[in-house]
């Protein structure tokens, strides 16, 4: 199941997966997300690996 990361409170919200902008049901706060070409986050976890 897809999830989203609160950057506040580093929480999982799995409700908040699909929208650019939710509050996170833990700490409240407005978070915006951007959007992301998953092939490009994928690529950058392996340029950090090494």
């Known amino acids: 199941m897809p999830y ?3 950057p506040y409170c580093l929480k ?3 409700s ?3 929208l650019k902008k939710w509050i ?4 409240g706060r407005e978070v915006e ?3 992301t070409d998953e092939k490009e986050d994928k690529k ?3 340029e950090k690996q090494g």
Do not use: T
């Open 4 to 6: 989203s990361i609160c």
């Open 12 to 14: 999982r919200s799995y």
């Open 16 to 18: 908040a997966a699909d």
């Open 24 to 27: 996170c049901p833990y700490c």
């Open 33 to 35: 997300e951007e959007e």
């Open 44 to 46: 950058d976890v392996k």
